[in-house]
């Protein structure tokens, strides 16, 4: 009878680690991440060894992403303050979220105003008719 028939165990093999690849993003907290990975060399066979994890990841060394400030939109523009002759009214918006690390700041616009019914008011015309009167007295 032969004897050990059966084909020895394989272990897995794997390569050297290869580089790390750049940081997936320039900023952000949680998310910015580089990964690595490794090739078997040789496979595991016949009950042998499994392959140890072929990809490798960790965070990056980064700081929050600049974050922009955002204003609301226009307010409609106020009732003028005059009906004729010239007005004015004036909008406003506000500060949604102020900027953050390095974001964009706030433009100072956030009021404005402009001239409203500046047609001349219709002028009233009165006109006064007099009758005069005269009388004689005769003695």
């Keep these: 009878e032969p004897c050990n028939a059966d084909p020895c165990s394989i272990d897995c093999i794997v390569d050297e680690w290869q580089s790390w ?3 997936n993003a320039s900023c952000g907290i949680d998310n910015v991440v580089r990964t690595r990975t490794r090739s078997p060399s040789t496979l595991a066979a016949y009950g042998g060894k499994a392959c140890p994890a072929l990809s490798g990841t960790e965070k990056c060394q980064s700081s929050a992403c600049p974050k922009d400030c955002v ?8 009732t003028c303050s005059q009906t004729c002759g010239g007005g004015y009214q004036n909008r406003t918006r506000n ?3 102020a900027e953050e690390f390095g974001g964009a700041p706030c433009p100072t616009d956030q009021s404005g105003g402009q001239d409203c ?3 001349d ?3 009233t015309t009165v006109t006064t008719t007099t009758t005069e009167t005269t009388t004689t007295i005769t003695e």
């Design 71 to 78: 204003l609301t939109e226009w307010t409609d523009w106020t």
């Design 95 to 97: 500060i949604d979220s």
């Design 121 to 123: 008011c219709p002028t």
């Design 21 to 23: 690849s750049a940081c």
């Design 117 to 119: 019914n500046t047609e």
